[in-house]
């Protein structure tokens, strides 16, 4: 009898890849652009993983709906024209990431990638990192209701084919572990992103990884 798929879903920003400083020069021209006073960048690394509306509603609370759309709006155009015009910084996968990646794919593993990025700002990170090939679900913000909901691990499970049982999320803040739980999926943070070690185990993390190499061994309930 075959051993039961299994299943472990990556978030990017924070996770896969250190973006920090492009979110937070987005952030910073889509403000400053509507004449708004940028968040500092604590707050902006605060909301890193939901979707940009939900982001902005956390950003500019004191604004309407309309302002904070316009804001994701400018964000997302910001982004664009700073990858469009070359000026992006670089944004590095995290050290072992990829041999990290490639080894799980090579045990069996399917793989998958659950964001708040847009399908276009994920297909450009993995290309340009050469992992797309490992990957065999993708879910973004531009399919899917923002993180906590758990949508994009739930469609996750069934283009894979696997069952919460055989699922585990893998995220660096609060909003995973918490779209975890909601998902019925097994939780693991990541300590080197952008939420406290505290913020993911009040969130629902099964458990918290200091560093990449302590990942395999924690993928699985002891």
Known sequence: MSPPLRLAVFDCD????????????AAEQAFRGLG?????REAVRSIV???????????APA??????????????????AMRHAGTLDEEPLFEGIGALVARLDAQGWLLG??????????????DHHGLA????TLQTADRHPSKPDPSM???????????????????????????AKAAGVRA????????????????????????????????VPA
Request: with cysteine; charged share 25%.
């Open 14 to 25: 924070g996770t896969l890849v250190d973006s920090q400083a492009n979110i937070c020069r």
């Open 36 to 40: 708004l006073d940028a968040p500092p």
């Open 49 to 59: 993983g939901l979707s940009l509306v939900e982001a902005m509603r956390v950003l």
């Open 63 to 80: 604004e309407d709906d309309a302002m904070q759309r316009r804001l994701a709006a400018d964000y997302k155009d910001a982004f664009f």
């Open 113 to 126: 990638v659950a964001t708040g990025k847009s399908d276009r700002g994920l297909a450009h990170v993995l």
């Open 133 to 136: 090939r490992h990957f065999v």
């Open 153 to 179: 691990l739930l469609t996750a499970m069934a283009e894979a084919g696997t069952t919460p049982q055989d699922t585990v999320m893998i995220g660096d803040t609060s909003f995973d572990m918490a779209m």
């Open 188 to 219: 693991v943070g990541v300590a080197w992103g952008y939420h406290g070690i505290r913020e993911m185990i009040d969130a629902g993390a099964d458990v918290v990884a200091e560093r990449v190499a302590d990942l395999p061994a924690l993928l």
